[in-house]
């Protein structure tokens, strides 16, 4: 499974960050795998953000749930992740992934929150 994300390097203090993530050589709705959203800031390690299910159910960390959302459209094989009111903090580089062992990532983007 290849994966590759999409999106503005760039945004805006208090804007919302939209990033998507297509895939290729597998469903994203195929049985009991789940599509996952990582982001690394500089100097740190990695944190998770949230996945999105085969199912379309979706699951978030507490630290971010009240920002974030993850969608799908199975009509073109992608997902998308939104965080709205960022600030430069969530500068980062953001990875999707297959979250399925073995784990197969996008190359990631980086992000930087600035005015």
């Known amino acids: 499974v290849q994966l590759q994300e999409s999106g503005p390097g760039l945004v805006k203090p208090s804007q919302t960050l939209s990033l998507t993530c297509t895939v290729s050589?597998?469903?994203?709705?195929?049985?009991?795998?789940?599509w996952t959203w990582i982001r690394q800031p500089p100097g740190k390690g990695l944190e998770w953000i949230g996945y999105i299910a085969y199912s379309g159910g979706t699951y978030y960390n507490p630290s971010v749930m009240s920002r974030t959302s993850i969608s799908r459209d199975t009509s073109k094989n992608q997902f998308t992740l939104q965080l709205s009111s960022v600030t430069p903090e969530d500068t980062a580089v953001y990875y999707c992934a297959k979250a399925v062992s073995p784990w197969d990532w996008g190359q990631g983007i980086q992000v930087t929150v600035s005015s």
């Open positions: 050589g597998g469903s994203i709705s195929t049985v009991d795998y789940y």
